[in-house]
């Protein structure tokens, strides 16, 4: 099947956007090499908090200068933040000192200025610095010592949990958003009036660990909403701009009865790509990143293809549950720390192992590995110098479907040493294809084998 993005509106699409500078040579060597003489041979534990400080919005660079170095072997422990928070910064930001550091916005002053990759003085659309080109909040980006092109870079999830409320009415909770957005499959396919509407919906989770659901506790309808710069936002397209709940009708009854499985994980967490200095956040590629596949989180392993030196990896846009094609645009959005330990495989290392010639994002489980497709397997060297507007407007299942299965392919033919013939039989009575979201621009699949279908 053919899905045609050609006639969609995307609110944080550019228009025909030309990134500057395409192609550079900028590299983190000049401020890492001293970081990382003076670690330790053993393997440490680092703490990354998020702040104004620590997080970068909206992108992904091979020009972001490190915010921790570490060693192959290392655990971080890395808070994350929502970039929904101001959908009610009464439950989400304030009281939080971090939180409030990233989301300050006074008039000619915020906290962390660009948000996205487009230009600082938002010449396009006059939205705010970056443009709203890109949207997630990013906690990094980290410097993995002896990191090169060609090695490959493994992140084990050891642990998340939720980031609780800073409000002290709230105690023990910790909340989250869910919108349906304009960027959102279903946003012209409406059957209920008014049409077309943009539809927030707060949920509330246990922060304590004792409760293993979330609940809806209010939705609403996004209206026009004036920034502290004096811009109008008349659809939600530019992160983190503050609403004012006096503008807004709140609906109480809302999912009533329902309970949410919650299953935490990193929406975004990926490596720095090669081919730009600025990468909007919202399309996946062969760096990771914006993948938002459920299965990242607690018990997971990420294997990513390093594309510069450091690999400068990043985690940020946590959520809490999400179902496969987060249809209407997001998961619930909600604040996250994790524990995580990264390993790194030297390029000369990988013969006879899953990760020989690997060149895409990798999942391993305790009972499964998990490849990701994608409409373009890498849409910054595929679509040329535009890739980062094209995306938006060339996405489609089938191509997301066809790179999986060919993925897979690679995958039980290397790994497996199975014929052509064999693996496409295996691939169609053993593995699970499945559509991992259709609203990040670079649509994707993926493609997955359980470990106990295969030799040993």
């Known amino acids: 099947?053919?899905?045609?993005?050609?006639?969609?509106?995307?609110?944080?699409?550019?228009?025909?956007?030309?990134?500057?500078?395409?192609?550079?040579?900028?590299?983190a060597s000049a401020w890492s090499q001293d970081a990382c003489d003076v670690l330790s041979d053993s393997p440490?534990?680092?703490?990354?908090?998020?702040?104004?400080?620590?997080?970068?919005?909206g992108y992904f660079s091979k020009a972001q200068e490190p915010r921790l170095h570490v060693q192959s072997g290392d655990f971080i422990t890395i808070e994350t933040?929502?970039?929904?928070?101001?959908?009610?910064?009464?439950?989400?930001?304030?009281?939080?000192?971090?939180?409030?550091?990233?989301?300050?916005?006074?008039?000619?002053?915020?906290?962390?200025d660009r948000r996205g990759a487009g230009p600082l003085d938002a010449s396009i659309h006059g939205r705010g610095a970056g443009e709203g080109f890109g949207v997630h909040i990013l906690t990094g980006p980290v410097y993995v010592c002896g990191a090169e092109p060609g090695d490959i870079l493994e992140?084990?999830?050891?642990?998340?949990?939720?980031?609780?409320?800073g409000n002290p009415e709230h105690e023990g909770k910790t909340f989250g958003s869910n919108v349906a957005a304009a960027w959102g499959f279903h946003y012209n396919d409406l059957v209920e009036e008014p049409k077309p509407r943009e539809v927030i919906t707060i949920y509330e989770l246990d922060a304590t660990g004792e409760r293993d659901w979330a609940q809806a506790v209010y939705s609403y309808r996004w209206t026009p909403q004036v920034d502290p710069d004096g811009v109008t936002h008349e659809l939600i397209d530019y992160p983190g701009v503050p609403v004012d709940h006096s503008t807004i009708s709140k609906n109480t009854e809302v999912l009533e009865g329902v309970r949410i499985p919650v299953r935490p994980h990193f929406g975004t967490l990926g490596v720095a790509p090669r081919e730009a200095d600025f990468v909007d956040s919202i399309p996946p590629g062969y760096f990771?990143?914006?993948?938002?596949?459920?299965?990242?989180?607690?018990?997971?392993?990420m294997y990513y293809p390093v594309a510069v030196e450091g690999a400068l990896l990043s985690a940020g846009d946590p959520h809490a549950a999400q179902g496969d094609s987060e249809l209407a645009g997001t998961a619930i959005e909600t604040s996250m720390t994790g524990l995580v330990q990264?390993?790194?495989?030297k390029a000369g290392d990988t013969a006879g192992s899953p990760l020989e010639g690997l060149d895409y994002p990798l999942l391993e489980t305790d009972t499964e590995w998990v490849v990701h497709g994608f409409s373009?397997?890498?849409?910054?060297?595929?679509?040329?110098?535009?890739?980062?507007?094209?995306?938006?407007?060339?996405?489609?299942?089938?191509?997301?479907?066809?790179?999986?299965?060919?993925?897979?392919?690679?995958?039980?033919m290397t790994t497996q040493s199975l014929s052509e013939d064999e693996a496409i039989s295996l691939m169609s009575v053993a593995a699970d294809f499945g559509v991992t979201q259709v609203v990040d621009g670079n649509w994707g699949v993926h493609g997955i084998i359980r470990k106990q279908v295969l030799p040993e």
């Not at 699409?13 to 040579?25: D, K, Y």
């Not at 000192?97 to 989301?103: D, K, L, R």
């Not at 084990?156 to 609780?164: F, G, T, V």
Request: proline share 4%; charged share 25%; with cysteine.
């Open 155 to 165: 992140v084990r999830i050891l642990d998340m949990s939720p980031r609780p409320s």
């Open 376 to 412: 373009y397997s890498n849409y910054l060297d595929e679509l040329g110098d535009t890739a980062q507007s094209d995306i938006y407007s060339k996405s489609s299942i089938d191509n997301a479907m066809r790179d999986a299965f060919r993925k897979m392919r690679s995958f039980l």
């Open 81 to 112: 933040l929502t970039h929904h928070a101001n959908d009610d910064a009464s439950l989400m930001v304030e009281g939080d000192p971090g939180a409030e550091s990233v989301f300050h916005w006074e008039k000619g002053n915020k906290g962390v």
């Open 44 to 57: 440490s534990h680092h703490q990354l908090a998020a702040s104004a400080d620590t997080v970068h919005w």
């Open 342 to 345: 990264v390993v790194l495989h």
């Open 1 to 27: 099947m053919k899905c045609d993005l050609s006639e969609r509106y995307h609110p944080r699409m550019p228009v025909r956007l030309l990134f500057a500078g395409l192609i550079s040579t900028t590299s």
């Open 288 to 301: 990771g990143g914006n993948i938002d596949n459920w299965r990242i989180g607690k018990g997971g392993t």
